[in-house]
């Protein structure tokens, strides 16, 4: 095959000025390293959020969520209470929370979203699924930017003039590509141009301004005075009383690693949950079966015409293995396992047909499994007595689309299998559990 | 040949585990002492918001002079306890001896009233409550220690370095010199 020289020459000579303007715009505009301050414990106006984006290259890092949360409990609108040692709650004050900045309002709402009686555990305050967390953070990063923005210290690293002119640029060698190479080809490169300049723009979405970079210089000498204290790592969060607002910033500088561990504030786990449906707030971890038990969440008269056939298949394999010999005891162990479950499973669902159940509680996760040609639904219902453990019902995805995480809902589920005729939001629910739901219903962006 | 590897393997490994062992014992010493160093640092914050205290009400309430002798004698004592437990046992001394002076200075509404009154009240309550931050603080670094000076394999270097038991800062959580209604009314309930 011949190698196309004339047409890569003529492209990567279009390109070089292309990639030197990119190189020059970005080299300009990268923020400045801002020189350190002297140290001290003097505090700037800018919340610890905003702080974190300053010592950070004017990116904000995911310290700023429970920096943000501690920064609220030193400024008495919520308290964090250690119930054990290692054990901490969050407790929502009544007082008015006027005057937040809408980050600030977006931790408390989470706080509240979550609480139950106005108290919820620190393992508790996640940020929801790793796809709703993953939004959640990004709209809290997008808040903090724009609020350092209109304080002025810092500014979007590309502007929309200069990223559509880096745009309109780059259509000079994916014309001379398209011309030598076909349009596709030009194409293409174009598409990958604009990402490549997106890639390199969004290492860095922040720039510095004079301003910016006054207060960063202050903000890194607060970091150094703070860094001298060896004990300001191993504060545990209900330390802000003692701290107040320096642990907050403590936890924004990547300083106070004890009490941002202990309230991490980060996506929700699958498989382990706080749940305070039926009063009290406990840990629960949660299962989603798929093959044991066996038929789990599968519609009874399914799993018996299958558990018959398995019975018929493997007595009749038995029968014709009558004259085997002791070579053969595996493949005989195997199918007295396979009668045995079999034969299990067709009584589970002979009770089942005839027999279901009413039950109450919240949805403590909703999720999802396997492929998309053997996608399996789960919800996790925590009906509220006091199990440990909860094993997910595996539900039709039909019924599972309108369903909320936190919501409290009634499902109709036969005893064994728990195969889920019909689940809907309770009727019925007491008032407190209106409440709780209502508050614990999972921020939708 | 050997065996003289082998024995010096597991020499450098025992001792590779026994200096691992006792940083980490002398790190959670240290962080057991600092944490003693915060409480100290807020009992001498309300141990000089007495002085005050005492000379506000004695101007409304001269004659209550064994109230204030009590309040004295026992801030000298908290001040020169030199162990946790004389420390603790002095401090609940002392916050039974201010809830004494709180009693008196309820039968003087215009010294509640004042505003020096009101504010030393208020510290002294916020002092409080940072004492109770740092007891905790205190007693949790104290029951890190302790587990690991008295758990395998740690409590084998402890028991070989001598890493003394560390006692707890117990005082009388029940009994608060600040009468906690006076102050902690807050702002009205917001929605949520």
Not at chain 1, 332 to 339: E, F, G, P, S
Request: a neutral charge; aromatic letters at 8%; proline letters at 5%.
């Amino acid at each position: 095959m011949e190698v196309p020289w004339l047409t890569i020459g003529a492209t990567a000579a279009a390109t070089a000025p292309w990639l030197l303007a990119v190189t020059l715009v970005y080299l300009r505009r990268r923020p400045n390293k801002p020189e350190p301050g002297p140290p001290t414990l003097d505090l700037g106006p800018e919340p610890p959020a905003i702080a974190n984006l300053l010592v950070h290259d004017f990116r904000v890092t995911h310290d700023a969520v429970p920096a943000t949360l501690i920064d609220l409990a030193a400024r008495r609108l919520v308290e964090i209470e250690e119930r054990e040692p290692g054990s901490y709650v969050c407790r929502l004050e009544k007082r008015s929370d006027g005057g937040l900045t809408s980050y600030e309002s977006r931790v408390m709402e989470l706080l509240r979203s979550r609480a139950s009686g106005g108290i919820v555990p620190a393992g508790a305050l996640t940020t929801g699924p790793t796809k709703e967390s993953s939004r959640w953070w990004k709209d809290f990063r997008k808040e903090v930017v724009a609020d350092a923005q209109q304080r002025g210290l810092c500014l979007d690293i590309l502007d929309g003039k200069t990223f559509r002119r880096l745009t309109f640029a780059a259509l000079g060698p994916a014309v001379v590509l398209g011309l030598m190479a076909g349009e596709t080809a030009g194409l293409v490169y174009w598409v990958v141009a604009v990402l490549l300049l997106g890639a390199i723009m969004t290492w860095h979405t922040q720039r510095d301004t004079p301003a910016g970079l006054a207060a960063a210089s202050r903000w890194l000498g607060v970091r150094a005075k703070l860094a001298d204290d060896e004990a300001f790592r191993t504060q545990a969060p209900i330390a802000v009383t003692l701290w107040e607002r320096h642990l907050a910033y403590g936890a924004a500088f990547g300083l106070a690693t004890a009490a941002v561990r202990a309230i991490p504030m980060g996506a929700e786990s699958d498989h382990r949950a706080w749940s305070s449906y039926g009063g009290q707030w406990r840990a629960v971890r949660i299962r989603y079966p798929h093959l044991v038990p066996p038929g789990w969440g599968i519609h009874p008269l399914i799993v018996l015409l299958r558990a018959v056939l398995a019975l018929a298949a493997a007595l009749f394999g038995l029968w014709l293995a009558q004259d085997v010999g002791s070579a053969g005891m595996l493949f005989v162990a195997t199918l007295i396992a396979v009668v045995a479950v079999a034969g299990l499973a067709a009584l589970w669902a002979l009770v089942d047909l005839g027999s279901t159940r009413d039950v109450t509680g919240q949805i403590l996760r909703l999720r999802t499994h396997g492929d998309d040609d053997d996608k399996r639904y789960y919800v996790a219902v925590d009906d509220g007595g006091g199990s440990e453990t909860i094993r997910a019902w595996r539900v039709k995805p039909e019924l599972y689309t309108p369903l909320r995480q936190y919501e409290v809902v009634t499902g109709t589920i036969t005893r064994n299998l728990r195969y889920v005729r019909s689940i809907h939001p309770a009727v019925s629910q007491t008032e407190s559990e209106v409440g709780a739901a209502q508050v614990a219903a999972a921020p939708r962006g | 040949m050997t065996w003289l590897i082998v024995v010096l393997v597991v020499l450098v490994l025992l001792g590779l585990a026994f200096i691992l062992l006792y940083n980490r014992l002398v790190r959670l010493r240290n962080r057991s002492e600092n944490a003693w160093a915060q409480v100290e640092v807020q009992l001498k914050r309300r141990h000089d918001l007495i002085p005050n205290l005492v000379e506000t009400v004695k101007a409304y309430a001269a004659h209550e002079r064994g109230t204030f002798d009590s309040v004295t004698e026992a801030r000298t004592s908290a001040q020169r306890a030199a162990t946790v437990e004389q420390q603790a046992a002095a401090e609940n001394v002392l916050t039974a001896a201010l809830g004494r002076l709180f009693a008196v200075a309820e039968a003087y509404p215009q010294l509640r009233a004042t505003e020096n009154f009101q504010q030393l009240q208020s510290e002294l309550e916020e002092t409080e409550d940072k004492i109770a931050v740092a007891r905790q603080l205190y007693n949790d670094a104290v029951l890190a220690y302790d587990n690991a000076r008295e758990t395998v394999p740690t409590s084998l270097v402890a028991g070989m370095v001598r890493f003394e038991p560390k006692p707890y800062f117990e005082i009388d959580e029940r009994s608060r010199a600040v009468p906690q209604a006076e102050f902690s009314a807050l702002p009205a309930p917001q929605d949520g």
